[in-house]
């Protein structure tokens, strides 16, 4: 017998405001055709005034314990992937805690930037797998039209807001591949690429500061490094791509997904993809895909996910885990 870490509900929240490539026209030298075939981003939403990463966070944590059939006194712990956390501190998922009520166990943020759902899900797993909780609600949330420099065409028109969520349960499986759960993790970081994508405020420079980013640097980086770790956790799961049901992938350029799916021997049948409503929701990407990818009735329980993602650091990772 060998525990695992089974997915037991999933939900998700999307801001109410929803903005089309055309609106960016009016103020930008840019255009609904360039947005739409470089990133396959069609729209995405944006917070209202007022609205915060702990509210999305809190909307789709109940979400994901409505979907579970369980109350927050059945939660242990709270894991909240951010790069956008309301305060720099204390932690969003204290905020989110607070607001659901939970009054025992403990609550933190993981911050990853885009990976940040994967490192989520990784420390919930191996919290659960050594006895520190029985369950976790693991949480991805951004607002990252906040950090926007709206003058800047090349990442103002890339990104959106929202949250996901999944319960996750300590359940008795066999150890083999075909228990439910996650199965294999796989975490990278290689701080030399710090530059390619960040923030330029934050306590230093007591500013909240704009996103920078080199895209085609990034970019080039992205298709062969997500496909490294996918193949990693495959072969840490004891499985290989043809087992899988689908690719859940950070949802931050479909010419991205398209040459991870091409370079795992995968057909876009496959993928899950989301990015064309979302625009990249950096942390939010993966829960929000798994949420509406269940919710379209395009994951059933028993299917074969890998999930991966790469962003600002560079750090990147995969998930490999059955519904
Ligand atoms: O989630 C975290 C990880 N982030 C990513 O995965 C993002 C990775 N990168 C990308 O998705 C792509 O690199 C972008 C979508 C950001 C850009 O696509 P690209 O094919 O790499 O284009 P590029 O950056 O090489 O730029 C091509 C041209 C440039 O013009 P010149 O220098 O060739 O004249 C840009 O100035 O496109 C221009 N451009 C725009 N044109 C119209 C950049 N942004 C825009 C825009 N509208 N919004």
């Given amino acids: 017998m060998s525990l695992r870490a089974v997915v037991r509900g999933t939900g998700h929240y999307l801001p109410d405001r929803i903005v089309t490539n055309a609106e960016f026209e009016a103020t930008l030298d840019t255009n609904d055709e360039w947005i739409r075939s470089?990133?396959?981003?069609?729209?995405?939403?944006?917070v209202a005034e007022g609205e915060t990463t702990s509210a999305m966070a809190t909307a789709?944590?109940?979400?994901?314990?409505?979907?579970?059939?369980?109350?927050?006194?059945?939660?242990?712990?709270?894991?909240?992937?951010?790069?956008?956390?309301d305060l720099t501190f204390p932690s969003a998922a204290t905020m989110v805690q607070a607001e659901l009520g939970m009054t025992?166990?403990?609550?933190?943020?993981?911050?990853?930037?885009?990976?940040?759902?994967?490192?989520a899900l990784s420390n919930a797993n191996a919290m659960i797998l050594s006895g520190q909780a029985q369950r976790v609600l693991v949480i991805g949330s951004e607002?990252?039209?906040?950090?926007?420099?709206?003058?800047?065409?090349?990442?103002?028109?890339?990104?959106?807001?929202?949250?996901?969520?999944?319960?996750?349960?300590?359940?008795?499986?066999?150890?083999s591949p075909e228990d439910r759960g996650i199965l294999a993790t796989d975490l990278n970081s290689d701080g030399r690429h710090k530059d390619l994508l960040y923030v330029d405020g934050g306590v230093s420079t007591g500013t909240t500061g704009y996103l920078r980013m080199q895209g085609n640097q990034?970019?080039?980086?992205?298709?062969?490094?997500l496909a490294a770790?996918?193949?990693?956790?495959?072969a840490r799961a004891g499985?290989?791509?043809?087992?899988?049901?689908?690719?859940?992938?950070h949802q931050a350029n479909i010419r991205i997904i398209q040459?991870?799916?091409?370079?795992?021997?995968?057909?876009?049948?496959?993928?899950?993809?989301?990015?064309?409503?979302h625009g990249n929701t950096s942390a939010a990407s993966i829960p929000l895909a798994l949420s509406v990818g269940q919710a379209r009735g395009q994951i059933k329980p028993g299917d074969l996910i890998v999930t991966e993602a790469i962003g600002g650091g560079l750090a990147w990772g995969a998930v490999v885990l059955r519904w």
């Avoid at 470089?38 to 944006?46: K, L, N, P, Q, V």
């Avoid at 770790?229 to 495959?234: D, G, I, P, S, V």
């Avoid at 040459?259 to 409503?277: H, N």
Wanted: aromatic share 8%; proline share 2%; charged share 20%.
């Fill in 218 to 225: 990034v970019f080039r980086h992205a298709v062969e490094k």
């Fill in 38 to 46: 470089r990133s396959g981003i069609e729209r995405r939403h944006f």
């Fill in 104 to 119: 025992k166990g403990f609550a933190f943020d993981v911050q990853a930037v885009c990976a940040g759902f994967i490192y």
């Fill in 60 to 85: 789709a944590a109940r979400a994901a314990l409505e979907d579970a059939g369980l109350d927050v006194a059945d939660v242990d712990a709270i894991v909240l992937a951010t790069s956008t956390a």
């Fill in 143 to 175: 607002s990252f039209s906040r950090i926007m420099d709206w003058t800047d065409r090349s990442t103002c028109v890339l990104f959106g807001d929202g949250a996901g969520a999944l319960v996750l349960e300590a359940q008795n499986g066999t150890g």
């Fill in 229 to 234: 770790t996918a193949n990693t956790a495959m």
């Fill in 259 to 277: 040459g991870t799916a091409k370079k795992l021997g995968l057909p876009m049948e496959k993928v899950v993809v989301t990015v064309q409503d």
């Fill in 239 to 249: 499985v290989s791509p043809g087992d899988v049901d689908w690719i859940v992938p």
